[in-house]
């Protein structure tokens, strides 16, 4: 098997990851895409693990610790979205912006959902 | 100094001679990337997170393919049953809604999908400038055994996979902290 289908397969699975995470509002769908990165990662891992018949099995191994840690980090990431959605009643992850700043945020809600480019902020 | 052309033993084929194993590649390719791009597109939450299944579940035969049978079952265990159903759960529990809902993305889906096809587009050109004459040749006996993982983890990498045990632990209890609010707030009150 030519190593550029593997590699090919895990560009484009990691591009379909990277929309996910900057286009999805449901937090939960954003982990989604965080997922299918991780996944991405781990066939390359895999992928390179065979061509080089590594004897440690390193790329192999290493994706079962990807795994493991993908495992553990949806564990957390689910228990702070839900969290916040007690706090909020909301998990859409456009609508937390306490932590923005004050002035860009009163521009915002002034324009509606574009961004205040070339307003006057200050 | 200059390092000796590494000449391989056997000329690899060309892309036009298509073996078994790449034509099985290529299908569950497909329906890996299909299914993915209907996972990020769909605009109902649960069937997005059924679609996640299939992507991750063609992705453990992907593995196969590779011979790496143990990546293929944990793939298949951990990831199609126990983070899709946390996130089913997750989905469910935030009382996501259940039907068709027009509010799914954000207003930059545009921005989004040029990144996205810039991402892609840029790591697929690297990968094929750096691997275009790469040939992986398939071993016979498969590499990923358990026997042959459970080796390498338990003789070569004992320390990381203590480490990753112990990792498991502080997310456990992060996790159990995080969603149980009268163990956070009891101190402030």
């Not at chain 1, 895999?46 to 564990?75: M, N």
């Not at chain 2, 265990?77 to 009382?95: E, K, N, P, Q, S």
């Not at chain 2, 040939?135 to 026997?147: D, H, I, R, W």
Request: glycine fraction near 8%.
């Amino acid at each position: 098997m030519h190593l550029l289908y593997p590699l090919t397969l895990s560009a484009l699975l990691f591009g379909v990851g990277t929309y996910a995470l900057l286009a999805r509002r449901n937090a939960v769908l954003v982990l989604m895409g965080v997922e299918l990165m991780l996944n991405a990662v781990n066939l390359d891992l895999v992928a390179f693990d065979v061509w080089l018949r590594d004897t440690l099995r390193s790329g192999q191994v290493f994706a079962l610790f990807v795994i493991t840690i993908a495992a553990a980090e949806v564990g957390v990431a689910l228990a702070i979205v839900l969290a916040v959605f007690r706090l909020r009643a909301t998990v859409a992850i456009d609508e937390l912006t306490d932590l923005g700043e004050p002035d860009a945020l009163a521009a915002e809600r002034l324009t509606g959902v574009e961004l205040a480019k070339g307003a006057d902020v200050s | 100094m200059t390092a000796a052309p590494i000449t391989p033993v056997h000329p690899a084929p060309g892309y036009l001679a298509v073996s078994g194993a790449e034509v099985v590649f290529l299908l569950l390719g497909l329906v890996v990337l299909g299914a993915a791009v209907l996972c990020v597109t769909s605009r109902s939450v649960v069937r997005s997170a059924l679609w996640l299944v299939l992507s991750l579940g063609g992705l453990a035969g992907c593995y196969l393919v590779l011979t790496a049978e143990l990546v293929a079952v944990v793939q298949v265990l951990i990831y199609a049953g126990a983070v899709v159903v946390l996130l089913l759960f997750g989905l469910m529990f935030t009382r996501a809604p259940i039907g068709r809902s027009a509010d799914v993305d954000t207003p930059n889906r545009p921005v989004a999908a040029v990144v996205g096809v810039a991402a892609a587009g840029l790591l697929a050109w690297l990968l094929v400038d750096a691997f275009r004459l790469s040939y992986l040749e398939l071993p016979a006996a498969p590499t990923g055994t358990a026997e042959a993982i459970g080796a390498a983890v338990f003789r070569h990498y004992v320390l990381p996979f203590e480490v990753i045990s112990v990792l498991l632990l502080a997310a456990l209890i992060g996790a159990l902290v995080l969603s149980r609010p009268d163990i956070s707030t009891a101190e402030h009150r």
